[in-house]
């Protein structure tokens, strides 16, 4: 188990989402970075949907009742355990007893901690991830507190530190300014209904995180665009990664706990492969939106998923040496 000795702001228990209860109206919530969540798994050689805390808000502590890996992926981190330095995208190991404590993110929006074995909470729904909306999943259906103590599941047999390349690095964008997010999208349903002119400031814009955003959806501050006569249309189904317009003209981009349908004209969505960038955009950041075409983000998916695949052949040989240098007689005999 692991206490919660500090927190701030709403983490929770994620893994990869809940993706079959869409036709009753339940989102799919998870992670908001998806690819730094099975990252932190593959380093510990959990199954990738195991569940970890995502952590938006700083200072974080927290204590482990056992000894048990760990990992840190997604935001770039200052952390200590024990006097002991916890680089970001790297896999460690507790004591029991010792604290974990998360000081900084110097970059990006969230951190997941992932925990040998996973975070045991409840499957409610296919998943065990926190719903904010229906109070439901994670733990207790809530943001975690102080003082809660969070079950995990019997350990995964992994030995010594190792780190990776962050994705940030290995899948970067070119030309991306440091203060900007260049985000990929297709064009939506209703692009048609805003004029050249409006088109092209939606695509020129540099747009501003407001401090209105969230896990539910993202709300930009920039020019306003608006559809050349008011779209009204009955509320359909949406996805995350949609950006939508409402009659103010600044767009917002559904994320994982967004409803499940919606009215608002659409301009475009970002694609499945950088939504995990949006997710680790900070509030009062700037995003760009790059028109794509859908089969660069199909490309985009192959690249991010060699990525992954990297990842997991590299851990797996890692372990593999490990395991033959620690179990051959040579090594036992000199243990």
Known sequence: MIEILSVTGPASVQDLGRFDQYRFGVGTSGAMDDVALRAGNILLGNDENAAGIEIPMLPFKLRFDRNMAFALTGADVEAEIAGRVIPPWWRSHARAGEVLTIKAMPRGARLYLTVGGGIDVPMVLGSRSTQFRGE??????????????????????????????????????????????????????????????????????????????????YRLQGPAVKPEVPIEKRSHGIVPGVIQIPPNGQPIIQMRDAQTSGGYPKIATVIRADLWRVGQARLGSKLRFEQTAYSDALAAETEMSAYLDRLRTNARLVEETRTCRYSSPISRAWR
């Open 136 to 217: 439901f999943g994670g733990w207790h259906g809530r943001p975690l507190h102080v003082g809660d103590v969070l079950p995990c599941a019997a350990p995964t047999a992994v030995i010594g530190e190792l780190g990776v390349e962050p994705a940030e690095i290995t899948l970067a964008r070119p030309n991306a300014a440091a203060d900007e997010t260049i985000v990929r999208v297709v064009i939506a349903g209703e692009y048609d209904g805003f004029d050249a002119a409006t088109q092209a400031l939606f695509w020129s814009s540099s747009w501003k995180i407001t401090p209105q955003s969230n896990r539910y959806g």
